[in-house]
């Protein structure tokens, strides 16, 4: 009978205790229900308050008289003295307005405000359990641009982040700052700080969506820029991590100068700096200036480059370059590019590009970056990549990228590579896919003894199998992406001979085969 009482008891506790609490929750959700209520009654007081104060502004405005030329009167002289008032309280409504008008202090300071970002860093592993050694640009072509594929080929931690923060003026003109911060080292150690090489990449302005080019054809969506800046419209092939055409430095410039429908402009001016070089009195801090004109046709697809480059003081008094030749004090650069928005009618997308240069533009790739280069200096490259799905599951991206450069550094030097690549990924389920990367590169290289390199001649090859997971599948360029990985690599033994300082030819890094293991993450967004 006692536990019989003690049950019904708790029952009716338990109850009582359910019920309170349901009353409880009710209780909280009728004064969240009331204070919501009442925010909204606030908000739509302050609106009609608004509302209210631009029809009195706007009453005083259409009120106040116009002043006309008379003789002073009584009258007039009791309107003179009454227009300061006036002009006050106008003044004082304007501000309230305003100040109504203004948003909260925290949703200004994120208003517009972006970050950007891409980052990498892994461990790479020989097969004698040392410290791997690789990257896209290992090979002796490498030294003149020649880039391999990266996949399971990078030993580095390097990232860059870019912040922007836009504005929008009261007539309606954007302006967008920019910084971007860098940093890339060798090192796994976590403090790195002695290493560091950590760099502002970027800082600069843009303004667009310019008041005063409405209803202008030509520069209605124009952007103004000055800083410091990568071109806006560089491209570059990621799988070999080798721009197709850089343009960087600090200037200005103008883009998306409208011509006509199918042809818009962009034309900027860039310096760079090649050194100080200065001695005996003589004046020899070098700096280099670009002029660029970037013509786009047919809604992008087909693109002409063509850049003017100029340094006036990079052959004064007794300058020479390493190899004792007096560098070239100004070149030209040209690129014609196509960017097809399909895989010759297939998805994906598919580049080519063919560039030229002469004097300080025979860098064709970093444009006006190298002040070594010759006056009788000449370079042509060619490159081409793309993506594409070739079956449920499986996608590839082919890429070649060759060049053919004479006389760069001394008289009678001839540099010729050629890089295939193939990165290949099949889907495993929605997380996890098998990526594959194949890469051939033949070079004949003859320095005639720049830098106490030697002339070779021979080829290399590379493949790397890459279990990789990532948050979704996509293309080939969804990211991130943290991968383990395993890579063989051969070369002829004559590119062991090519300099004393590059990787070929060490003891655990020669012809005959190399094994390389790691872990790497890899992102952007």
Do not use: C
């Not at 509302?51 to 006309?68: F, G, H, I, N």
């Not at 982040?161 to 976590?190: C, H, M, P, W």
């Not at 800046?229 to 991590?241: E, K, S, T, V």
């Not at 996509?474 to 990787?503: C, H, I, K, Q």
């Amino acid at each position: 009978m006692q536990n019989a009482s003690r049950w019904l008891l708790a029952g009716v506790l338990g109850t009582s205790t359910t019920v309170s609490q349901a009353a409880t929750l009710e209780e909280r959700m009728a004064a969240f229900e009331a204070r919501a209520s009442a925010a909204e009654k606030r908000a739509a007081a302050a609106e009609q308050q608004t509302q209210a104060l631009a029809r009195e502004l706007q009453q005083l405005k259409l009120s106040t008289p116009v002043a006309q030329p008379a003789a002073p009167t009584s009258a007039s002289t009791v309107a003179a003295s009454s227009q300061p008032a006036l002009d006050d309280r106008v003044a004082k409504l304007e501000a309230r307005q305003q100040s109504m008008e203004k948003p909260g202090s925290a949703g200004h300071l994120t208003d517009g405000f972006s970050f950007k970002g891409y980052a990498r860093s892994g461990l790479l592993i020989n097969d004698g359990l040392g410290g791997g050694r690789g990257g896209p640009y290992t090979t002796p072509a490498g030294s003149v641009g020649g880039a391999v594929g990266r996949l399971g080929n990078e030993d580095d931690t390097y990232m860059r982040f870019d912040l922007s923060k836009e504005i929008y003026a009261q007539n309606g003109t954007r302006s967008k700052f920019t910084v971007s911060i860098a940093d890339g080292v060798e090192s796994y150690n976590d403090w790195t700080a002695t290493e560091s090489s950590l760099n502002v990449r970027q800082v600069f302005t843009e303004l667009d969506h310019i008041a005063a080019f409405k209803g202008n054809s030509v520069f209605e969506n124009a952007t103004l820029w000055a800083g410091k800046r990568f071109d806006r419209d560089n491209f570059d092939i990621h799988w070999l991590d080798s721009d197709v055409v850089f343009l960087a430095g600090t200037g200005g410039g103008i883009y998306d100068v409208q011509m006509n429908k199918d042809w818009r402009s962009n034309y900027s001016l860039i310096g760079r700096n090649y050194g100080d070089f200065s001695e005996g009195g003589v004046d020899a801090d070098v700096e280099s200036y670009i002029l660029t004109s970037n013509q786009f046709f047919a809604n992008g697809q087909w693109q002409w480059m063509f850049n003017a480059i100029g340094a006036k003081k990079n052959d004064v008094g007794t300058r020479t370059n390493q190899a004792g030749f007096a560098p070239a004090d100004s070149g030209l650069h040209t690129m014609l590019a196509n960017h097809q928005k399909d895989f010759f009618g297939r998805e994906g997308f598919f580049k080519t590009a063919l560039l030229y240069g002469q004097g300080l533009g025979a860098q064709v790739k970093d444009i006006g970056a190298d002040g070594e280069l010759i006056d009788d200096a000449r370079a042509v490259r060619l490159a081409m990549y793309g993506e594409t799905p070739i079956a449920p599951g499986w996608r590839i991206g082919p890429s070649l990228l060759a060049e053919q450069s004479k006389d760069r550094y001394v008289k009678g030097d001839d540099y010729r590579w050629l890089t295939l690549n193939m990165r290949l990924a099949n889907e495993i389920n929605s997380n996890f896919e098998m990526a594959y990367e194949l890469s051939w590169q033949t070079m004949d290289l003859d320095p005639k003894g720049y830098l106490q390199r030697n002339a070779v001649d021979g080829n290399f090859w590379k493949f790397t199998v890459a279990p990789t997971f990532k948050p979704d599948m996509g293309d080939l360029l969804t990211r991130p992406e943290l991968r383990v990985f395993a890579s063989l690599m051969n070369w002829s033994s004559d590119l062991d001979r090519y300099s004393t300082t590059g990787n070929f030819g060490k003891s655990d890094f020669n012809s005959g085969g190399v094994w390389q293991f790691g872990i790497q993450m890899e992102t952007w967004f």
